[in-house]
Structure formats: structure tokens, C-alpha cells
């Protein structure tokens, strides 16, 4: 029998559909169980859904502009060479 | 025949154009992934104008060095492996007293802590606005070690895939498993504290 602990252990092979179907199904029949592994297991997943969905963080104009300077002179510094 | 537009090439193409002196191609690789490199560097350094630097060297270095990237790997991959290098000298400048690494040593305890069990809200986000749920959000993954924040930010917000990470942060691919469960372990319960149903108490587990 699998303990919370191995649960855990496991739970984000679980969480990423990377494991056997073997031990998978140990897995499930451990949480149909169990109702904290059950909620750990929810809540894991669903923080991991709720960071998937967060948008790279904008560049300002002004870091952009000084970026795009720097590497044209780094360019036109490149091509004299 | 026409070319494809900037935004629609192939990443190896924008590459090899890059190589060849072709600025243009390599401003559509920074566009590409600037907000991700920026995104990360604050993640790491932990302040605001070092990640701005760190953006700017990331990008330097790579055009700089554009003919040591291997095609094997993707381009994305190879940049985070700069950036992450850059951020870490930042932090070292930072904190002269002790030097920062992700392969130092961390906490080998428990590598699955919990402490708090109990069932979130159906759609707890939609108690926030936008920019309250950001904050919520940044405020969790900077709580966490630096050891921890690189990888959860690579694996599951970047979505690169375990061995992808491993080969950025030069890690082993065991190394970045257990960093992950800890990282997502940790968020959970940081999370947990906003999301969880109204009136349900927490109690103690393990």
C-alpha cells in the first residue's frame, strides 16, 4: 500500500502525466482514499494551471530603447572588425 | 517568391541570419523573448534594476557569442543559461558576505513539507482583480529560495520541459525534479492562504 509520504513523493510525475500507468493507478486509488492527498493533489495542479496562464512581464519603452542602442553599437562595432 | 515575415520565421533561420550579421533578425529574437528574460531576471535578482541590466547583457553576450550556440539545443534554452549566469553575478555583487549558487546546498530535510490541507474556492482567482492576483503571485514565487524560484519559473511558467531546465540552470534532471515538487509544494500553500473556501479551517497534516 502506498503511504501519503510515497504519494507525495510522486505527485508531480503525477501532475505532469510522466509516470507508468502501473504506478499511476496505485496513485489514484490512493487519493480516491484519502481526502488530503486528494486536496494536495487539486490544489497543486491547479496553482501550477493558475501560473501557466501569467504573461511575460513588459519590457518599458525606455529598457527597450537603451537594449536596441546597445547591441546596434555592439553590431556596427562587430561589422568594422 | 516571397520571404516569410520576421515574426513568422523559423528559429534556426533567425539564427543563422543573426550569424551572418543580419541585425534586423536578431532584434525579432529579442522581441521574442525579452518579457520571458525579463520576467526571469527579476525572479532571480530580485530587483528591478538588475534585471534591467541583466536583460541587456543577456542579449549582448548573445549576439556576442552567437557562433558558440549549438543548434541542438533551442535558442531559448541557451539565452536563460546567459541570464541566469548574468543574475547570479548581480546577486553575488550584491551579497558579497556569501556567495550565491543554484548547486548550493539546500535543505535536504523533508523534501515534501506540508502543513496546511484545505480545499480552494471552484474559481478562487476570480476573487481578485487582474493585478491583485499578480501581485499575489509575485509575492509567492519571491517567498521562495532561489534555488526553488529558477526552477519553478523555467518549468512551469516558461514551460520549458524537465531536461530543458536541467541543461539551462546546469542542473541534473534529479536535481530539478525534487526543486520543482518542493517549489509547487510551497506555492500550494503560500496559495492556499488566499484561495482556500471560506470557513473551512486549516489543520495540521503529517
Not at chain 1, 27 to 42: G, K, Q, R, T, Y
Not at chain 2, 164 to 191: F, H, Y
Request: charged content about 30%; glycine content about 4%.
Amino acid at each position: 500500500m502506498l503511504t501519503c509520504k510515497d504519494f507525495l513523493h510522486e505527485l508531480s510525475d503525477y501532475l505532469d502525466h510522466s509516470l507508468d500507468a502501473d504506478l499511476r493507478a496505485k496513485l489514484e486509488s490512493h487519493i480516491a482514499e484519502c481526502p488530503n492527498c486528494w486536496v494536495i493533489a487539486d490544489t497543486t495542479r491547479r496553482t501550477i494551471q493558475i501560473y501557466k496562464g501569467m504573461d511575460p512581464y513588459p519590457v518599458p519603452a525606455d529598457v527597450q530603447s537603451r537594449l536596441m542602442d546597445a547591441l546596434e553599437r555592439k553590431m556596427a562595432a562587430k561589422q568594422k572588425k | 517568391m516571397t520571404a516569410p515575415s520576421l515574426a513568422e520565421a523559423d528559429e534556426a533561420l533567425l539564427v543563422a541570419q543573426s550569424r551572418e550579421g543580419d541585425g534586423r533578425a536578431f532584434g525579432e529574437l529579442v522581441r521574442r523573448y525579452e518579457g520571458k528574460i525579463f520576467r526571469l531576471a527579476q525572479h532571480v535578482t530580485q530587483n528591478r534594476e538588475d534585471a534591467e541590466d541583466v536583460l541587456q547583457e543577456t542579449f549582448l553576450k548573445a549576439y556576442e557569442h552567437l557562433d558558440q550556440f549549438q543548434g541542438a539545443a533551442k535558442f531559448y534554452t541557451w539565452i536563460v543559461r546567459i541570464a541566469v549566469n548574468q543574475a547570479l553575478m548581480k546577486l553575488r555583487r550584491r551579497r558579497t558576505d556569501r556567495s550565491v549558487s543554484l548547486d548550493e546546498a539546500i535543505d535536504t530535510g523533508e523534501d515534501t513539507i506540508v502543513r496546511e490541507v484545505a480545499a480552494w474556492d471552484e474559481n478562487p482567482e476570480q476573487r481578485f482583480s487582474r493585478a491583485e492576483l499578480g501581485e499575489i503571485l509575485d509575492t509567492a514565487i519571491q517567498g521562495l529560495e532561489p534555488p526553488y524560484r529558477s526552477v519553478f519559473v523555467l518549468r512551469d511558467i516558461d514551460e520549458l520541459s524537465t531536461e530543458e531546465t536541467a541543461d539551462a540552470l546546469g542542473l541534473s534532471i534529479p536535481a530539478v525534479k525534487s526543486r520543482l515538487l518542493r517549489a509547487r509544494l510551497q506555492l500550494r500553500e503560500k496559495l492556499t492562504r488566499h484561495f482556500k473556501r471560506k470557513g473551512d479551517d486549516a489543520f495540521a497534516y503529517l
